[in-house]
């Protein structure tokens, strides 16, 4: 008879911690504090069903309204001042949440799953702290943004380079002897009423200067002239006729080098070894027509020579560092005084 009388009390004190824990989990029929209208039913604050439609709802908020509002309120029996505010609240509350239809969705979904505790509250307070500015306008004004910016950057670049080009002694000759056949810098010297000052002079003869190198020299890389195209609005809106163009140009190139076996011809050789060298178009069309010459004689866009060419750049790199005085003063301060030394050397 010992061990069933102690098995019935481990089994009463099981229940009791049970029924205790109880206490703490939220009840499944009740409805939460502190979500749309608290233990109130929105319903029955309005006085409407379930089945209303959104014009009976909102019939019945303002008839409500009118009897609650403070601006209005005059004496209600049992009702003072401040309890017709909190009244007021109350129906305005429920009216929000019954007006929106994904709202009333989410509303009749917790009444129908009082013992979704949790989830209830991810859904009321995902939907009150979502930005109220469509998300799409959002990212829309940030790609115009940026693409200004970007555009603006790139024509400060390009003027930049301009500007530095006119001061270098090869492309001001240059662009004074084309003035000059033009017949554009005889203009700068008229005489008479029209004649101007030496300043005035030497602007506009820099500026002609300035328009001809812009004209007649061919600016490539990091500093070439911007266009709309390369804006990121534009590639996002070409985007889908890039990548119909990427996918035609990829099977014809298969079926040309790969299934026919042509021969490659310079468009297609320098393409190839561009990629073997990792570089960009823009950083690629930088490089001089006599830099191209020699990669398409040493041939590198065959992956053997590339990888022969490319073990010569580095131990040519390799040796300019070494006779470097300023790579080897690098190297001595490593040695002597370098990161991992604690010196006390005055300066």
């Known amino acids: 008879m010992a061990a069933p009388m102690e098995t019935g009390r481990h089994f009463g004190q099981w ?10 989990i939220p009840s499944a029929t009740a409805l939460i504090e502190g979500l749309y209208c608290g233990t109130e039913i929105c319903y029955d604050v309005l006085g409407v069903p379930r089945e209303a439609v959104k014009s009976d709802i909102g019939r019945a ?36 949440t019954l007006k929106d239809e994904d709202s009333r969705r989410d509303y009749d979904y917790m009444l129908d799953h009082p013992e979704e505790y949790y ?34 950057s790139w024509w400060a670049s390009y003027t930049e380079a301009i500007a530095y080009l006119s001061t270098v002694p090869k492309y001001r000759i240059q662009a004074t002897e084309i003035a ?25 003869e820099e500026e002609i200067i300035r328009d001809i190198i812009k004209n007649k020299i061919d600016i490539k890389g990091g500093y070439q ?12 809106v070409l985007f889908p006729y890039c990548l119909c163009a990427y996918v035609v140009w990829y099977c014809k190139w298969t079926y040309r080098f790969t299934i026919c076996r042509e021969e490659y011809g310079d468009e297609e050789k320098l393409y190839i070894i561009r990629k073997n060298m ?7 069309d930088s ?25 010569e750049q580095e131990e040519e790199m390799k040796t ?25 050397i005055d300066d």
């Open 287 to 311: 490089l001089e027509e006599e830099q191209r010459d020699t990669l398409l004689e040493r041939q590198l866009w065959i992956k053997d020579n590339y990888e022969v060419y490319k073990e």
């Open 180 to 204: 000059k056949q033009l017949g554009l810098l005889n203009k700068t010297k008229e005489k008479g009423k029209n004649r101007r000052s030496k300043e005035e002079i030497r602007e506009q």
């Open 15 to 24: 229940i009791g911690i049970l029924f205790f824990l109880g206490g703490f």
């Open 225 to 236: 002239k911007p266009k709309i195209l390369d804006i990121l609005l534009c590639k996002i």
């Open 61 to 96: 908020y303002r008839q409500l309204a009118r009897k609650y509002h403070p601006d209005r309120f005059s004496s209600l029996a049992g009702e003072t001042r401040e309890s017709a505010h909190q009244h007021f609240l109350l129906i305005a509350t429920a009216y929000e």
């Open 320 to 344: 300019k560092m070494a006779l470097d005085p300023r790579w080897k003063r690098y190297r001595r301060w490593m040695k002597n005084e370098g990161p991992g030394r604690l010196t006390f």
């Open 119 to 152: 989830s209830h509250y991810y859904t009321y307070y995902r939907r009150r702290l979502a930005p109220k500015v469509d998300v799409r306008i959002v990212i829309l004004v940030t790609v115009v943004a940026i693409s200004i910016f970007q555009y603006y």
């Open 278 to 284: 990792n570089m960009s178009q823009s950083q690629f």
